[in-house]
Antibody, heavy 121, light 107 residues
Framework: EVQLVESAGGLVQPGGSLRLSCAAS????????MSWVRQAPGKGLEWVAN????????YYVDSVEGRFTISRDNAKNALYLQMNSLRAEDTAVYFC??????????????WGQGTLVTVSS | DIQMTQSPSSLSASVGDRVTITCRAS??????LAWIQQRPGKAPTSLIY???TLLSGVPSKFSGSGSGTDFALTISSLQPEDFATYYC?????????FGQGTKLEIK
């Protein structure tokens, strides 16, 4: 069974940093693109970042480019999101998601339960 | 960026009803569209990819259609567990984008 379990988020002051982790199990982690998606309180889903299987290709939404870094450790079956220079508008539940690729397309097929990050003084 | 616009934003229906939610992309995304369900307070669940292909384990009461810019999700024989928020999502190009969501409520 595919499982994605995010680490605890927390309360961070504006300008602070936080690293999220996502522990993956039940599948060959190194074979899949992975992603972070977030959801501000009462709002919709927003894509944050993707990373390819070996961590050499990374893509970000403009609003986090230069502040957030997605990475992975295939030996530990872990996905990370290093978040720096946090702003109030980064307050959200952050979901780890697996991407499944067919011959032609790549799409989300499994999601973690999410972890809340609150940026406030 | 590709904008995804869902209609309606909210919808009231009764158990047993059939409903359709539409999603329009601001430019051609061929069939690179997914539908995602989110029950209150829960993680998202992926239902459909490539506009009309059900993910493994998703009941056939869900169906998707469309290509290019106009898409639809139809849910037949609504059950209590189907009342949730539904999002369309394009993965044709970066940045990935989602519709604003359609909240399906019990009438």
């Amino acid at each position: 069974e595919v499982q994605l379990v995010e680490s605890a988020g927390g309360l961070v002051q504006p300008g602070g940093s936080l690293r999220l982790s996502c522990a993956a199990s039940g599948f060959t982690f190194s074979s899949h693109w992975m992603s972070w998606v977030r959801q501000a309180p009462g709002k919709g889903l927003e894509w944050v970042a993707n990373v390819n299987q070996d961590g050499t290709k990374k893509y970000y939404v403009d609003s986090v480019e230069g502040r957030f870094t997605i990475s992975r450790d295939n030996a530990k079956n872990a996905l990370y999101l290093q978040m720096n220079s946090l702003r109030a508008e980064d307050t959200a539940v952050y979901f780890c998601a697996r991407i499944f690729c067919t011959r032609t397309d790549c799409f989300y097929d499994h999601w973690g339960q999410g972890t809340l990050v609150t940026v406030s003084s | 960026d590709i904008q995804m616009t869902q209609s309606p934003s909210s919808l009231s229906a009764s158990v047993g009803d059939r409903v359709t939610i539409t999603c329009r992309a601001s430019q051609d995304i061929t069939n690179n569209l997914a539908w995602i369900q989110q029950r209150p307070g829960k993680a998202p669940t992926s239902l459909i990819y490539d506009a009309s292909t059900l993910l493994s384990g998703v009941p056939s009461k869900f169906s998707g259609s469309g290509s290019g810019t106009d898409f639809a999700l139809t849910i037949s024989s609504l059950q209590p567990e189907d009342f949730a928020t539904y999002y369309c999502h394009q993965y044709n190009s970066y940045p990935y984008t989602f519709g604003q969501g359609t909240k399906l409520e019990i009438k």
